[in-house]
């Protein structure tokens, strides 16, 4: 599985971004995709996770209330939207997918992206 993540960039506080994850290679299964993000000096925190055949979501508490996670099927690609954004969620963030049934935790996904940088200014 490959793993291509967009959509970072330089928000101010209170703004909203869009990121993608774009896959290819073989098909997910039961596989669930997540978003982690790692801040300079700090350690990966996972954000978002959707479980790819049930669409279920699981948010962590940094995004509940202001992230949304979804995904399209046609187009292999989970979206997370992020919202209010605030100069606290300034990080690199990853996708990555994992087989696991626990989606929280970083050790347990196989496959990752490149990250992609958000920088919300206050």
């Known amino acids: 599985v490959q793993l291509q993540a967009s959509g970072g960039g330089l928000v101010q506080a209170g703004g909203s971004l869009r990121l993608s994850c774009a896959a290819s290679?073989?098909?997910?299964?039961?596989?669930?995709v997540g978003w982690f993000r790692q801040a300079p000096g700090k350690e990966r925190e996972f954000v978002a996770a959707?479980?790819?055949?049930?669409?279920?979501?699981f948010y962590g508490d940094s995004a509940k209330g202001r992230f949304i996670i979804s995904r399209d099927i046609v187009k292999r690609t989970v979206f997370l939207q992020m919202n209010r954004l605030e100069p606290e969620d300034t990080a690199v963030y990853y996708c990555?997918?994992?087989?696991?049934?626990?989606?929280?935790?970083?050790?347990?996904?196989?496959?990752w992206g490149q990250g992609t940088l958000v920088t919300v200014s206050s």
């Open positions: 959707i479980r790819w055949s049930s669409n279920s979501p």
């Open positions: 990555a997918v994992t087989r696991h049934d626990i989606v929280t935790m970083s050790t347990l996904y196989e496959f």
């Open positions: 290679g073989p098909t997910f299964g039961d596989s669930a």
